[in-house]
């Protein structure tokens, strides 16, 4: 039963991710932010962080409009459910599918749930994130996906839609 439904769980997550990449076509057209890619050193990685940009500073400036808008910088702060945590408002869930990720690229990293509160670490997940998720995505698909997660930057489109609106302001 558990591996019925952890096949369904990860079925779901690439056909998310393949409508992620489909719509990401259209949106790297017409935003033209992210079409020249540079590696990223993580200092606690053996291995180089691939992300989509035109330089490494290029991504930070996404970061940090996502940092401020997320926590206005704060890195103990927590939402109100109290299930997202830090300066990128990162849940336990996103911190398990960090480790996951890590796992299957063979790197012997573990992240704990405290990790969120520390900028650094939780800047390495986020890159991390998007490097599995989204090695040829515009920074609006990063962004709405961070906010609303992969699929749900389609089921809520508008919350998600929002929420990059607050993000281009601080860019």
Not at 22 to 40: P, R
Not at 52 to 79: P, Q, W
Not at 125 to 148: C, G, P, R, V
């Amino acid at each position: 039963m558990k591996v019925k439904l952890l096949f369904i769980l990860v079925l779901m997550l690439n056909i998310a991710t393949a409508f992620a990449l489909k719509e990401n076509k259209s949106l790297v057209d017409s935003t033209n932010n992210n079409v020249y890619g540079t590696s990223v050193n993580i200092d606690s990685l053996p291995i180089k962080v691939k992300v989509f940009c035109r330089s490494n500073t290029e991504i930070y400036k996404l970061i940090d409009a996502m940092i401020y808008v997320e926590s206005r910088g704060n890195d103990t702060i927590h939402n109100k459910s109290g299930n997202c945590i830090g300066a990128l408002q990162e849940t336990k869930t996103l911190v398990r599918d960090v480790n996951r990720i890590l796992k299957l690229w063979g790197v012997n990293k573990t992240y704990h749930y405290v990790d969120r509160k520390n900028r650094s670490k939780s800047i390495e997940m986020f890159l991390i994130i998007n490097t599995y998720y989204h090695k040829n995505s515009s920074w609006e698909t990063i962004a709405k996906s961070w906010n609303q997660g992969i699929g749900g930057m389609f089921i809520y489109k508008q919350k998600a839609e929002n929420y990059w609106k607050l993000v281009t302001k601080r860019l």
